[in-house]
């Protein structure tokens, strides 16, 4: 014969703090699984994505820094990331493509608006040199490469992803949302994290183009 069932308000002391704590330990993995949930959104600055990350490469976000057009290449600017990843920029980009000399930076921060992607390198040998250039041509639309002293014995890669603009004038974009600049720093050569952050973040920029296609070198 099966003993009756106790109703709530017939439980004993002990199981009524049994079941207080049951309920407080649920309440708290609540709050635990959405504190989670908020941090894997907000790592990755803004994109619904986690930070890349390896052995040799991390990368950060910034926020992004209003368009402007400058009247010279060689216009100071107070960048918020090194190398700059948005901002303020001369008014004619570089044609795609790779160079054996350092590009003005502000010069460079124009492809960033149109959706390139920056990789600069200082020191970091001649067999890593030759990996990258071996990278570029597998997929050149809308890369430039460049060395750049200042980096010492790294790699940058840089973008900057931002809502399109309704104007590719001034009066068109200067109140516009400059979304994030993004900086991948690497101490070696890193196929798969340069392929990831081209691919997350290449033609994302706020005068991007219809496709990659449209950014071929040399254009």
């Known amino acids: ?128 040199v030759n990996d990258l250039q071996s990278f570029y041509r597998d997929d050149p639309y809308g890369l430039v490469v460049a060395p750049y002293p200042k980096l010492g014995k790294k790699f940058a890669l840089t973008a900057w992803n931002e809502p399109v603009y309704e104007s590719g004038a001034d009066s068109g974009f200067k109140d516009a949302d400059p979304g994030n600049g993004y900086v991948l720093t690497c101490t070696k050569f890193d196929e798969k994290a340069f392929s990831q952050f081209r691919d997350r973040h290449r033609n994302k920029s706020g005068e991007r183009y219809a496709s990659v296609k449209d950014m071929a070198p040399g254009s």
């Open 1 to 128: 014969m099966q003993a009756p069932k106790q109703r709530a308000a017939e439980r004993t002391p002990a199981e009524r703090r049994t079941l207080r704590n049951l309920l407080i330990f649920s309440a708290a993995g609540v709050v635990m699984v959405g504190a989670v949930v908020a941090f894997v959104a907000l790592a990755g600055g803004g994109n619904g994505s986690a930070a890349i990350s390896s052995k040799d490469c991390v990368e950060q976000s910034y926020p992004g820094l209003s368009a402007k057009h400058l009247g010279s290449p060689d216009g100071k600017v107070k960048y918020n990331s090194f190398p700059p990843s948005s901002g303020p920029h001369y008014q004619s980009p570089a044609p795609w493509g790779i160079y054996t000399e350092s590009v003005k930076q502000p010069i460079l921060v124009h492809n960033l608006e149109h959706g390139g992607i920056i990789i600069q390198y200082g020191d970091v040998g001649s067999d890593a």
